[in-house]
């Protein structure tokens, strides 16, 4: 399987790992729209290319993996390149994905691909956890919790404020959240009692510190609804002590069955990742998998992780799969 | 979708109650083996029938559960009754599942019908946690700790002993794997290390309760190779404290990425179950609707829930999964 990647981040250089893991896939080329020069990659061998160059790798490439954000990358690229090949993305705006999946399907079941949209954890192996564990207890309660981990998005939201230089910001679950819907309580929870958010933030000399927190932490939408905590540290604490980007979180679903719903059950998921990137690129890549066998059978169109069987992501035959993890 | 249930005991009631849950879903008709006449169902109106009936009603179940045991049953009928419909069966006998599989298979296939074997949670929903994290991390070692929960095997191998008047079994992971496994170490753990065995026995009176205790604990292959603690209780208190059949479980799967493989994560599945029973049954319900759909579309053989894409459990719309569970 020859697999192509578009963008060569956090995200890209995850996949470059995530396909050195896998016997039957070949990193065949990276595509990037800064100075290919510049894009030093780990894999000996392989070749950098603008992004120009797909327009001529057609037939050359078996899934083109796409790297960009979600905000304005993918909606451009995945309808763009599902034109030419099979594609993966890992569009992460919930509320954009129908709008994003009509457009891709239109264009993969008119080129003939097979187009993956939304892979990861979440969405992605979230999202899978949350429908299974609907449909097997229709009557029950969903529950989602991040962390703890790095939210790129609120980091950033910190970095913009008046004074500070740098920032990392973690999203963290409340305990004594997780442990009530762990101990079956069903509790009905605001914002503010699931999450946390832990703020480390650089100052820029002579900032007003007090005046950073108070911004902060009245931040609508990032932070104002939440318990959130600041703490000032120096430029090299933050790069010794917060330079990883781990992240993970929690899914459960507690339900009832029997005649009168006399039993309680609940189903929990949790990841706990050292890098949320490289992460998600595992999950894409083992979808990588899938997207060029779907394709060789004849499929087309737009797919989700909802979409497809599960056997079509492991290397093992089907006989392997039911011998050994059934 | 009208459902057909073969064998009513915990499991034939479970399936009963499931359906209830379901409105996509009807309950056709019960079949049993037992004299119909001294099989009260839950449901009003619906029949129950002599099992010899089901010769009769091909064409009017869209889906047949079988009920039956793993040990004798199923590997009767779960072929036999492929021939005449769509069947599900929750075969668990991990060891024997392909040459189940294949018999079964041979049967669908000629007949046209759909078969899924070894539905439930494990086989089940622990299987495809395995599946998926094996894909998603190919570098990393599985753990599966069961419990804490009631052991039916075991609680009968406790009641065979002699001066045994009645016993249930509990099978409990240990506390310091879990932990050890959920904290990253990557232990080796040898069976004792993983489960302890706790049993509650009532002895016949006058019975010698030191010896059912040490016949107990050296029994080969169902206790000698755990920490096992057996305790002495009256009939009453187990009848009201140990009637219930609750289980449960955790799988994990701890793997690196990176270049360098710097990276560690840890995924975890749980389920904790007040009856499961119930808890099979439902899993069991929601590949029914997908074991229909497959059939509706024109597939034939034998499958397994690795061979089953998620949407196909949910009674909601491609179009309202990606909105609200994606």
Redesign the interface.
Request: net charge positive; glycine share 6%.
């Given at each position: 399987m020859k697999i192509g990647i578009l963008g060569y981040g956090n995200l890209g250089r995850?996949i470059?790992?995530?396909i050195?893991?896998?016997e039957d896939m070949e990193l065949a080329a990276v595509f990037t729209r800064r100075n290919p020069e510049n894009v030093k990659i780990?894999t000996e061998g392989v070749p950098v290319y603008p992004a120009e160059e797909l327009e001529n790798m057609q037939g050359k490439l078996d899934v083109l993996i796409l790297c960009g954000g979600s905000a304005t990358d993918l909606p451009e690229q995945t309808p763009s390149y599902a034109k030419y090949f099979n594609v993966i993305d890992s569009f992460d705006t919930?509320a954009r994905?129908?709008e994003h999946?009509d457009n891709v399907d239109a264009v993969a079941k008119e080129s003939g691909h097979v187009a993956l949209i939304?892979c990861g954890w979440d969405?992605g192996?979230f999202?899978?956890?949350?429908?299974?564990a609907?449909?097997?207890?229709?009557?029950g309660k969903d529950y989602t919790f991040w962390g703890k981990g790095v939210s790129q998005g609120h980091s950033d939201a910190i970095r913009r404020v008046e004074g500070v230089k740098d920032g990392k910001q973690y999203t963290i679950p409340v305990e004594d959240a997780l442990a009530a819907v762990?101990n079956?309580e069903n509790p009905e929870l605001t914002t503010r009692q699931k999450h946390i958010r832990e703020c480390f933030v650089v100052a820029e000399e002579g900032a007003d510190q007090a005046k950073i927190e108070e911004t902060i932490k009245n931040m609508p939408n990032y932070f104002a609804d939440y318990d959130t905590t600041v703490h000032f540290i120096s430029e090299e604490e933050l790069k010794e002590q917060h330079s990883g980007i781990p992240h993970g979180g929690f899914v459960f679903r507690t339900g009832v069955?029997?005649?009168e719903e006399?039993?309680?059950?609940?189903?929990?998921?949790?990841?706990?990742?050292?890098?949320n990137p490289?992460?998600t690129?595992?999950?894409i890549v083992?979808y990588a998998?899938a997207v060029y066998r779907l394709s060789q059978e004849g499929a087309s169109g737009c797919k989700?992780?909802?979409?497809?069987?599960?056997?079509y992501?492991?290397?093992k035959s089907?006989?392997e799969?039911?011998?050994h993890?059934?």
């Open positions: 995850g470059e790992c995530a050195r893991q896998n780990l919930h994905i129908p999946f939304s969405p192996m999202s899978l956890n949350r429908l299974y609907n449909a097997v207890l229709p009557n762990r079956g069955t029997g005649w006399e039993h309680n059950h609940i189903i929990e998921y949790s990841l706990k990742l050292d890098s490289e992460f690129s595992s999950v083992a998998r989700t992780v909802f979409d497809i069987a599960p056997a992501l492991s290397p089907g006989a799969l039911r011998k993890l059934l």
